[in-house]
């Protein structure tokens, strides 16, 4: 693997397992993130600590580039893509409230069974394949064949139908928010809530899409011009971006949320507080045992005398 490639491959996949393994603590730690959409970003999170994880183990020894590894690798992308995909449509639907939540939540477990069943499988495959030394030409070759032109066909689809949701979803959030603005005033805060929860489930396909779209440039212009000088450096930034999911989950469903904000700062500030008691405790402790040392000390002293 080139050197440049490697080190930014293995800083964004630390960052990503870093970002992931936060959101799944605080998804433990925090009892108010039981809900539908927090499980859905305890889900992706999952996900993205094992992309993170095989791009940092199996990446640091050996290149992905001409290899099935490879392959299979961007099979696991595409899948995880396609989950996205379907996020942005079920999150619209259950926004306009076209499916009762009992329907939709049965979509979800049947769409995540099957997307981990076909994940995990190719987690094995990338780790349990053995890798040879020299890279194949069967899958330096196969670049051009016309099946790649179709799975690129179908990622630029499901692009088109992120983006359609997406931009729905936001449109109808947007006039639920306004309707509810009239109503009662407590009520409207938990609504705003969900709103603005729901407002970041809709960005995450875009935020997605932004990921994904340099390695989509990569390939294309490999397929029309393999020689292009601009290939490695899209290469370079697509391994980051994607090694780095669970670092833009983090930073989209924990850093920019007011609420887990305000959750965190409440938690540092107790324990800052506990930190002071303990202190204090302490100090008193010292100072009562110092006086009674004191004490002891004069008693003893006019026993002498």
């Not at 196969?142 to 032109?149: A, D, G, Q, V, Y």
């Not at 639920?176 to 705003?192: D, P, T």
């Not at 930034?237 to 930073?251: E, M, N, P, R």
């Not at 302490?282 to 004191?294: D, L, M, P, R, S």
Request: glycine letters at 4%; a positive charge; charged letters at 20%.
């Amino acid at each position: 693997m080139i050197k440049s490639e490697e080190i930014s491959t293995i800083i964004g996949a630390s960052l990503g397992i870093m970002g992931s393994l936060l959101i799944i603590i605080l998804y433990i730690y925090f009892k108010e993130w039981k809900i539908f959409y927090r499980k859905l970003v305890l889900i992706l999170s999952i996900y993205d600590f094992f992309l993170s994880l095989i791009f940092i183990l199996p990446g640091s020894k050996y290149s992905f580039v001409c290899s099935i590894q490879f392959y299979l690798l961007s099979a696991f992308i595409t899948t995880c893509q396609f989950w996205s995909a379907s996020i942005a449509v079920l999150s619209y639907l259950k926004i306009a409230n076209l499916f009762t939540d009992s329907k939709l939540n049965k979509i979800h477990l049947w769409l995540h069974l099957i997307m981990w069943i076909i994940n995990f499988d190719l987690i094995l495959f990338i780790f349990l394949l053995p890798k040879s030394e020299k890279s194949d030409t069967y899958w330096c070759t196969s670049t051009t064949n016309s099946w790649l032109i179709t799975i690129y066909t179908f990622i630029i689809f499901y692009i088109v139908i992120c983006l359609i949701f997406s931009i729905l979803s936001i449109i109808k959030l947007n006039k639920s928010n306004k309707e509810s603005s009239k109503g009662n005033y407590l009520q409207r805060i938990g609504e705003e809530n969900q709103v603005f929860f729901q407002k970041r489930m809709t960005l995450l396909p875009i935020v997605g899409i932004i990921i994904f779209i340099p390695g989509l440039i990569r390939r294309l212009r490999e397929i029309i011009n393999p020689s292009a000088s601009d290939i490695l450096t899209l290469h370079i930034l697509h391994s980051l971006l994607v090694s780095t999911q669970g670092f833009w989950d983090f930073l989209i469903f924990v850093i920019l949320d007011p609420e887990m904000r305000k959750k965190m700062k409440s938690c540092c500030s107790k324990q800052k507080k506990e930190m002071a008691k303990t202190s204090s405790y302490k100090t008193i402790e010292k100072h009562v045992v110092n006086q009674i040392g004191e004490d002891f000390s004069d008693q003893e002293n006019q026993k002498l005398i």
